[in-house]
């Protein structure tokens, strides 16, 4: 079994670098993430030896860039025509939708290393906190893997690319938007503290700031590799239901 996901993730790899998409993303991530860092962020301005302002952005950044990734998981097979190929193969479902997730979390990971030499910057300009930057990196690829799940799931509700894209987008920019605290005081003034305290668990952004703040708790652990389950197992159980019916 492990031999069929290890060949399911070499495929998708690779499929990535055969067209432009993979080069495309590479660039925009390498080039937007150190500028939000620089200018938005204003990293110079900080006077710190820190990457608080590259952690602070990134969130952001993944909420647009891991759907563009994810959205042509299952989409574009439907799209092509070579699910029911696919479908037909003696492959566990769970190794297909395994092998696409983890090739595209491969590329995640390629892009967020593309920040790096920033970390050598800080430390030739000052002495920063290496294990909380390290912390800091983990969490972005548990976030970047959390909406890549996300994508990949709601990429199997339909054939359209660009819908999948859309449909991850606006999931990833809801889990973000969800704990932040003029989102939890509105919900606060109009619906129960139940129904306020549910919306504030499924924050994706809390749980990474612990990790940027140099914390490893085991309930955000739980929730990334939870949501990361979860949304796999979905899209899986959406393509079974759906490959019978085409397009």
């Known amino acids: 079994m492990i031999h069929t996901l290890r060949a399911i993730y070499r495929r998708e790899l690779g499929a990535y670098f055969l067209t432009p998409l993979a080069y495309v993303f590479l660039a925009v991530f390498g080039f937007a993430a ?17 990457l608080a302002p590259l ?12 759907p563009a990734l994810a959205m042509r998981a299952w989409a574009e097979e439907r799209d092509r025509g070579t699910l029911e190929f696919l ?28 920040t790096f030499p920033m970390w050598i910057a800080v430390n030739y300009l000052g002495e920063p906190d290496n294990a909380a930057i390290a912390t800091a990196y983990l969490g972005t690829l548990l976030l970047a893997g959390a909406y890549l799940a996300v994508g990949q799931a709601l990429s199997a509700t339909t054939a359209n690319q660009v819908v999948a894209f ?10 973000t938007m969800a ?15 139940a129904v306020t305290e549910f919306v504030a668990g499924l924050s994706a952004l809390d749980h ?37 019916g085409g397009r």
Do not use: Q
């Open 87 to 114: 479908m037909a193969l003696p492959i566990p479902l769970w190794a297909m939708a395994g092998g696409k997730f983890l090739a595209a979390w491969t590329m995640a990971a390629l892009a967020i290393a593309l």
């Open 179 to 193: 704990g932040l605290p003029f989102v939890l005081s509105v919900l606060g003034a109009s619906a129960p503290a």
């Open 166 to 175: 859309v449909l991850g987008a606006g999931a990833a920019f809801l889990l």
């Open 34 to 50: 150190p500028a939000f860092a620089f200018h938005v962020g204003r990293f110079f301005d900080t006077n710190r030896a820190d």
């Open 208 to 244: 990474y700031n612990a990790f940027r703040n140099g914390v490893i708790g085991l309930a955000d652990l739980v929730y990334f590799l939870g949501l990361i389950g979860i949304c796999l197992a979905m899209g899986g159980v959406l393509v079974s239901e759906r490959r019978g």
């Open 55 to 66: 952690f602070d952005y990134l969130p952001w950044l993944l909420v647009i860039l891991m």
